[in-house]
């Protein structure tokens, strides 16, 4: 086996143990964490739907970083990992406004509505999306890496107004019950399954990033030496 | 156990669809990555082996 091949193998391993190591926190949730007193059995999409939005924000925060090291050194690298680092942070959030959604269903009775937690959840999926679209439709250079920069810094931005949004706006969506002023409301058992999903589910999702970044600067290898090639 | 809520309604379905859709999602985007950097892998040997 080549030395490619084997570290493509060994990231592949690593890829699958993350996703193993996510199964396993879904069986906690399953298997460990007690039922809900007020919710019954439906409140376990929680294990799935809060570390997805913590995921979604902590790759937010990982463009915020590659955005200023892409100002600061102004490579195209930075901006490939930027690229990975969006890709999987759409996922992430396009997994929390699902799984959202179908807790909601059961539990305040619809699919949907322009809640002020919701909205900018989806915000924050057209940001993402909208990154993604402003890298593929400029020509490689200075100026894509300010732009996108640029807008990877303002989708930060968005974060923390996600995240206050229960507090500054009273609308449907439950104020903050994990992290909050007198300690968390929850059963030490739920607590603790929470923040093991969120720690795992992070790592998971930079495992797929740094995959998907490895990718991306293949590509760029494959593109270059054809061009080359070409030119000979 | 305590398996309704919300006036009876069955939480079954709503748990299994967001764990189905949280596996497809994530193995999908996995599996995805693997095929892709096999085919790059192939691709650039190729325009080696050309050059």
């Known amino acids: 086996m080549t030395t490619e091949g084997s570290n493509d193998g060994r990231s592949f391993a690593l890829g699958a143990a993350g996703l193993i190591l996510v199964g396993c926190v879904w069986l906690m949730g399953f298997f460990y964490a007690p039922i809900d007193a007020n919710q019954g059995e439906v409140y376990r999409i929680m294990f799935l739907h809060v570390p997805s939005a913590f995921t979604a924000f902590a790759s937010a925060l990982g463009l915020f970083v590659f955005s200023i090291m892409g100002l600061r050194k102004r490579q195209e690298q930075s901006l490939l990992r930027s690229r990975a680092v969006a890709e999987v942070g759409l996922l992430f959030t396009i997994l929390t406004l699902a799984t959202g959604s179908i807790w909601g269903k059961p539990t305040w009775g619809i699919w949907w509505t322009w809640d002020a937690r919701l909205t900018t959840t989806f915000m924050l999926a057209l940001l993402y999306a909208g990154w993604l679209m402003l890298y593929t439709s400029m020509s490689s250079g200075p100026g894509r890496i300010r732009a996108c920069a640029v807008l990877g810094i303002l989708i930060f931005a968005d974060v923390p107004i996600i995240y206050q949004s229960v507090n500054w706006w009273r609308t449907l969506h439950q104020p903050q019950s994990m992290i909050r002023a007198g300690g968390s409301t929850m059963d030490p058992a739920i607590l603790t399954t929470l923040l093991v999903g969120i720690v795992v589910m992070i790592l998971c999702a930079s495992v797929l990033t740094a995959l998907r970044s490895k990718n991306l600067a293949l590509r760029d290898e494959v593109e270059k030496a054809s061009f080359d090639q070409m030119r000979n | ?51």
């Open chain 2, 1 to 51: 156990m305590n398996t309704s809520f919300a006036g009876g309604t069955d939480p079954t379905p709503y748990i299994a669809a967001a764990y189905l859709i949280g596996a497809a999602l994530l193995l999908g985007y996995y599996a995805w990555t693997v095929v892709e950097r096999r085919k790059l892998r192939r691709l650039l040997a190729a325009v080696h082996r050309k050059s």
